[in-house]
């Protein structure tokens, strides 16, 4: 019985973990892409002709298979890298990705290091 | 330990003006610097009057070109109108007409009234094609040599200063 219960979980995580593709969400890309004719605004908040061509293109891309970091791609590829909310890692912005790791490490070192001077 | 405090105060505060000042003076708008010198990307547009579709490969016999994205309902098409058509008299230059968004009466009523300055005339009824060429807005104009690069994008109505250039650089 315990055999037959364990088999049962084991088939059903399986199944869970390689059976199932990954379901990219239109949704999360057009909220992680600028309106470029809008004030502030992402694709997905945005009704204008430029928002619905891009949900359009969008959608062609995941149908055609593209992951979610390959969309991204393309569209800095077409209108610059401002065209997405969240900058990629390159040389250029790199100190904006690694300065906050920076300042915990010197932040807590100096928390430390006072504790440690007042006891 | 006060000095070191100070010291650590006072780079924070340099960097936090530092940050205010870079991102306060860097420019934000779309530019096109990105699409500059690069070749054309593949594509494939369906003509506006006749079946089949125009594709990079058929840029190949051409000298230069100049992609220009329009439609009837679009103010700033009419004004730089004049523009394409005294370009369309240029013989090193072929015009790549591709009809943005439209209704085909109204797009044929137009060329009709204002003059036919397209040697190929193309149709993106979806806007889903402008994409490939980092189109937002219309009228939008790329010239492309015939190695296939972008030489330069023109982001609104072309001017006749736009004119003078364009015929600098076919020249």
Partial sequence: MKLKIFLVFFMFYTQSLFGIEKIIDPNTIHKNLRCLVCQGQSISDSNSDFAQTIKLVVKDLINEGKT???????????????IVFKPQLNAQNSLLWILPYIALIFGGFFIFTLVKKRQ | M??????IIFVIFFFVISVFYISLNRETNYNTSSLINKEVPQFKIAYFDKNGSFTKQDLINNNYTLIN???????????????????SAENNLDILGVNFKDKKELARKFLKDLG????????????????????????????????????????GPLSIDDYKEIKEIIK
């Fill in chain 2, 116 to 155: 036919n300055p397209y040697n190929f005339l193309l149709k993106d009824f979806e806007g889903k094609q402008s994409v490939i060429f980092g189109i937002y807005g219309i009228p939008e104009s790329i010239i492309i040599n015939n190695e296939n690069t972008i030489i330069k994008k023109f982001v």
């Fill in chain 1, 68 to 82: 979610e970091d390959e969309i991204y791609s393309f569209m800095s590829d077409k209108y610059g890298e401002w």
């Fill in chain 2, 69 to 87: 994205f329009w439609a009837s309902w679009c103010g700033p098409c009419r004004v730089e109108h004049p523009v394409l058509m005294k370009l």
């Fill in chain 2, 2 to 7: 006060r000095n070191t405090v100070k010291i």
